[in-house]
Structure formats: C-alpha cells, structure tokens
C-alpha cells in the first residue's frame, strides 16, 4: 500500500504565495507520474500541474507563469509552488501519483492524498 500526505495549504489573499508538498511511501517500487490536482466546491477535480511522463511538466493553462511544480525524485516528493494567487485557485489539492507497487509491478494504480485547502480572498 502507498500513501500520499500533502502540506502547505492554507487561506492567502489575492497575490500571495504558498507552497506545497507532498511526500509518497510504502510498498514503492517506481513512480510513473506525479503531480497535483485540484477540485473546487460544485466541479471536476482538474489537472493543475504534473510531471505525467519524461522531464518535462505539464501544467493547465489557468496556472501557468504563476505555478511551478518540481521533485524529488529519490525521496518520492512533489512540490507547488503557487505565486500571484487569485480567488478563483481556491480549491482542495490533491496529490497524486501512479504507482507500481512491489507486490504487483506489471500494474500502475492510481494514488491520492487526503487534500489540502487553499483559499485566497479577494
């Protein structure tokens, strides 16, 4: 089993800044994507940021210039840098990450944290 605990969030006004982390163990044997995901109250969960295959991330176009992602990879962190926030980024983030477990390593599976809230007032 793989468990995934966020950080970081909190209530910001409008241009501020936070950062999250997020932190993977248990029965790991490699990560195949990782990332953040976001869900406000009455909508989709939505892809915010994402390291979803090689070096490179991908990143939705509401957050992008404002939003930064990075990893540690050798210690299964993930991190989100969140700057010029606007009203509309509050939501619970979630993290997430495909993990091969050590038990069934032919089988990516899906894990989540529990979430963090972000709200930013106008």
């Known amino acids: 089993q793989v468990q995934l605990v966020e950080s970081g969030g909190g209530l910001v006004q409008a241009g501020g800044s936070l950062r999250l982390s997020c932190a993977a163990s248990?029965?790991?044997?490699?990560?195949?994507?990782m990332g953040w995901y976001r869900q406000a109250p009455g909508k989709q969960r939505e892809l915010v940021a994402a390291?979803?295959?090689?070096?490179?991330?991908t990143y939705a176009d509401s957050v992008k210039g404002r939003f930064t992602i990075s990893r540690e990879n050798a210690k299964n962190k993930v991190y989100l840098q969140m700057n010029s926030l606007k009203p509309e980024d509050t939501a619970v983030y979630y993290c997430?990450?495909?993990?091969?477990?050590?038990?069934?390593?032919?089988?990516?599976?899906?894990?989540w944290g529990q979430g963090t809230q972000v709200t930013v007032s106008s």
């Open positions: 248990g029965s790991i044997f490699s990560i195949n994507a």
């Open positions: 997430n990450a495909d993990v091969r477990d050590t038990y069934r390593t032919t089988i990516i599976t899906p894990y």
């Open positions: 390291f979803l295959s090689g070096g490179s991330p």
